[in-house]
Every structure is written in C-alpha cells, then in structure tokens.
C-alpha cells in the first residue's frame, strides 16, 4: 500500500468550513479524482485517510496536513492537481509526496505560527498587551470543552508572541489601523488555541478587538532551539522526492 502525504489550505470564506464538513468534501473529491483510496477491513469500511492537528473552525491556514492509504501507486503531483480541481476553490491542495522518513505526521509536529490580524487596533496597543501577556508567569483563561468548563494557562504553551512593526505592515496599510501578530504556540494538553491567547490578552491588559479578529496558521511542524518550525514534509522529500508548488 502506497501512503501519500498532503498539505492543503483553509482560504477565504472557506475558512468557516468545519472539519467534519472538510472529511466529507475530501472523500467526494477522492472519488471525482478516481483515487485508489485503500480502505480499512470489516463490516463497515472506511477509506484510510489520517489528518493531523486539524484547524478550528473560521481559522484559516496554509498548513494543514493529512495521509492517505492507496491501493495502488500514483504520481503524487498528478493527484494533487486532481483532488485540488475536484474541490471547492478556497479548500487548496498545495502539496503531495510518498510518504518517507520515520514516524507519522503527528509525531512530527509539536507547534504551530500563527498569524493574528486586529482590526481597529494599534499596533503599539497590541505591543503593550503582549509584553504584559509574557510579563506574566501565567495567564489563567476558561474555556468551555466536553468535558465541561476548564481554566488553564494559556502562558505556558507560547514559545514566540511578537507585534509586527510599521515597516512589517503590508503595503496599503493606511487609515484604520490594524496589528498583525506572529504567535508560536507549543502542542500541549489541554491545547492552548489563538482564541485562547487573546482571551489572555483581556486577562492581563484588557485588550478587547473592537471587530473579530482574522487568524490564519501559517506553518505547523517540529519547533527547533532556534524558535524555527521544520515542516513535517521535510523528511520525506528528502527521502522519496519532492511533489507540489
């Protein structure tokens, strides 16, 4: 059995779509795409499809991974402009390469970038938040989980929490003002989310965006000594080659 690793994308308004509704779209695309999907044994088969550390829902992200089992072997790139045409613009399949190396995907991943954008924010007000936020030895937030409401630190899990200066602003950044903030957050359990951060950013500096915030995962993967996150990908293009764009 051939296994086929992907990274994919959240864009745009499809960033609303759920997980479960992501599955589903993914399979019917597995099928428009003539895929060789492999599926599990027993009296109720599934199609062996393994996704990793999945995005919450109205996250957008340019990271997000999955594996695949297929009963015969492919060309990666050919099935990814497939599964990428036969799914909706705004759901991308970026990459694709045999799987290689050691270890699954989610062994290779322990922390994720992410990018916060704050309409109607100050950048020097955010910058404020954030050094009260990391001034902190912790940062108790609550959240409500299934297994009722849970409080826990959100400080322990941040590695990197950093306000993009005037010169990092994209071009055309004039008028209403808007802090961008690069976050690198460590899996941890429970798991400390975006949403979770900026609720401690209300905590301990009463920073409340006026408009919801826009926040995309940028990289997901293994955090180095030296703060960089290696793509989980990595090793398999070293070992079988190179698939995408």
């Keep these: 059995m051939q296994r086929i690793r992907l990274r994919y994308a959240k864009r745009g308004p499809l960033r609303f779509t759920s997980h479960r509704d992501f599955a589903r779209a993914f399979e019917r695309a597995l099928r428009r795409a003539a895929v060789p999907i492999a599926y599990s044994q027993g009296f109720t088969p599934h199609p062996k499809i393994s996704y990793a550390s999945a995005a919450p829902t109205g996250v957008g992200s340019e990271a997000e991974y999955l594996e695949i089992g297929l009963q015969a072997p492919v060309d990666p790139e050919a099935m990814r402009v497939a599964l990428d045409a036969a799914l909706s613009p705004g759901l991308d399949i970026l990459e694709a390469v045999i799987a290689g190396g050691t270890g699954s995907l989610a062994d290779r991943i322990d922390a994720s970038r992410w990018r916060l954008e704050l309409p109607e924010v100050e950048p020097a007000t955010a910058a ?87 926040v995309t995962r940028l990289a997901q993967g293994t955090l180095t000594a030296q703060g960089e996150i290696v793509d989980p990908l990595d090793a398999d293009r070293e070992d079988v080659g190179i698939g995408g764009r």
Excluded: H, W, Y
């Design 128 to 214: 404020s938040a954030v050094a009260a936020f990391l001034g902190a030895s912790e940062v108790l937030v609550e959240r409500m989980t299934k297994q009722g409401r849970r409080t826990f630190d959100s400080r322990a899990a941040v590695n990197s929490f950093t306000v993009a200066s005037e010169q990092d602003l994209p071009s055309g950044a004039v008028g209403v003002p808007c802090a961008i903030i690069d976050l690198v957050v460590r899996q941890v359990t429970p798991a400390v989310r975006p949403d979770d951060v900026l609720s401690g950013l209300r905590v301990v500096a009463g920073l409340e965006p006026p408009v919801p915030p826009r």
